[in-house]
């Protein structure tokens, strides 16, 4: 059941953050860009094909959907009632979560951030948008730490108890 368990885990997390990028992709095309794939400082990165000079409001919508779609898809699944609480559903919403707090801390100045981007069209500030996203990110964990479902997000269950942590095998 453990590595069972795991692979899910880790499916889960992979479609949320394919999710993301998708969302980029998808919604350049919406608002007639041409995305391109490409590296920034061997970083993988999906660039909009719009000039953030000449279309700003497009350039933004560009920019936050990938962590609008996550973010949509963690509502989804905190609201719509299912059966709730299995390994893929975890890495669901932990990628989500993940990706949101890595874009509005250690990922929200780089080159080619999302954050940064929308601070460029000066529709929202990075400050606002850190504050917006953020919260919403708080609100899904809030909820999480309030439903038994989630009870020890990041535990496997083993043998009537739990795991916590990660293990680095070979060490």
């Known amino acids: 059941m453990a590595p ?3 692979r899910q885990l880790a499916f889960g997390a992979t479609t949320s953050i394919l999710l993301h990028e998708t969302a980029h992709v998808v919604t350049s095309l919406a608002v007639g860009g041409h995305p391109t794939f490409g590296f920034d400082r061997l970083r993988p990165t999906i660039y909009s094909g719009i000039t953030l000079s000449a279309e ?3 350039q933004f919508w560009f920019s936050a959907s990938g962590l609008l779609a996550q ?8 609201d719509i009632p299912h059966s709730r609480g299995s ?7 932990g990628g989500g979560i993940g990706t949101t707090l890595f874009y509005l801390t250690i990922g929200r100045r780089g080159s080619v951030s999302d954050v940064e981007y929308m601070a460029r069209t000066r529709v929202l500030t990075a400050t606002q948008v850190t504050l917006l996203f953020g919260a919403v990110a708080g609100s899904h964990v809030l909820r999480m730490s309030r439903d038994g479902h989630y009870a020890n997000f990041f535990a496997r269950p083993r043998d009537g108890a739990f ?8 060490f």
């Open 163 to 170: 795991d916590v942590g990660f293990g680095l095998g070979g």
């Open 71 to 78: 973010s949509l898809l963690d509502e989804g699944i905190l």
């Open 56 to 58: 700003p409001h497009k």
């Open 4 to 6: 069972a368990y795991w």
């Open 87 to 93: 390994a893929f559903e975890r890495g669901l919403l």
